[in-house]
């Protein structure tokens, strides 16, 4: 204000960091993203994640870490952290996240991700993720965010005794990706609208900051005929971590004989199974254990119903298990002994945090200039 009150004229706008024309600011209302304009010319980059939050399951391993391996080999750079910032928006006993963080990466490396290839590192050893999370809380609206399922089902009936940062998880998850500019996200089907969140905010970012195609608008690769496995006892529910039966699901640490007892309990129909695919529409169950095979012994779920159509789970559940067991059992004794050298796996993620850090630095430097914070 001046003395005599009146009110002053706002000043210049300071210099863009692009010389882009700036749209009309509309920033506290979503934009027009329905349709981003992927105009990033960057280098391809892959990039996922899994939470330190206790057991991996079959459903993490064939939605997830097999496809972190195949995507490896494309030679596109290939970042794979540990989410344990994520972990801990749920409660998280302090004496077991690091062991947890360990076996994460003990799977990942058991699965065939090479630490020569692939950085392996974890999330909060990045300092870069936090940085760029609260920048993009400012960025995503209110809207958006209530909007989100998997916060619904976290949360049940208690959402005011959950944590802030649970509501908030997907805007950090948007942060571990733009970070480092992914423009590719293999995960398993539940974390498409994560995803859809990811590339509103890469798009409204861009926008209102006048830099179009700073940020790539990413694409989630949810592919392949297992991107989301069913739990074994019932052929609506996923296969989770959090359900209360352990029988409804393979862990990455069960032994041969328990995946064998696991399978041949699981929940069927008494039909042989059918000669189409369209013939499992109304089986789930059955749908379900197709599709597992399928993506254990890397067919096409036709392929599979070409070999044991007709046939009844008397035939199929013990060669469902004899995969299984023969497909698992390697990645399993490889991280148990994994798991016996901490040392091993700790230089790995150390060596993984310095790269990832290389990568993030530069960018959360730029995201800060661009926002207008206040530099040296
Ligand atoms: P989370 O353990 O929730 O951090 O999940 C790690 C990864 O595994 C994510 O890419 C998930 O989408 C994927 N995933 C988790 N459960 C399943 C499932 N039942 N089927 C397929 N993919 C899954
Ligand atoms: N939210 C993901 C899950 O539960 C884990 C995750 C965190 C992630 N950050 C990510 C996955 C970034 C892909 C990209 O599965």
Redesign the pocket.
Known sequence: MTCDGAAEPPPASPRLPFDFPRPDPMTDQTPDVATPVPNYDGPRRI?????ASGALHLGNYLG?LKRFVELQDQGAPVYVFV?DM?AITVWQDPAKLTAQTREIAAAYLASGLDPEKAIIFP?SAVRAHAELAWIFNCVARLGWLDRMTQFKEKSGKHKERSSVGLYT?PV??AA??LLYKATE?P??E??KQ?LELTRDIAAKFNNDFGVPGFFPVPEPIIQGPATRVMSLRDGAAKMSKSDPSDNSRINLTDDADTIASKIKKAKTDPEPLPETLDGLNERPEAKNLVAIYAALAGLTREQVIAQFGGQGFGAFKPALADLAVSSLAPVTAEMRRLMDDPAEIDRVLKAGAERAAEGADPVVDEVKKIVGFWRA
């Open positions: 990039l996922s994640g899994i939470q997830a989410a994520h999330q998880y950090l998850q571990d990706i996200v995960v398993g539940d974390q994560h």
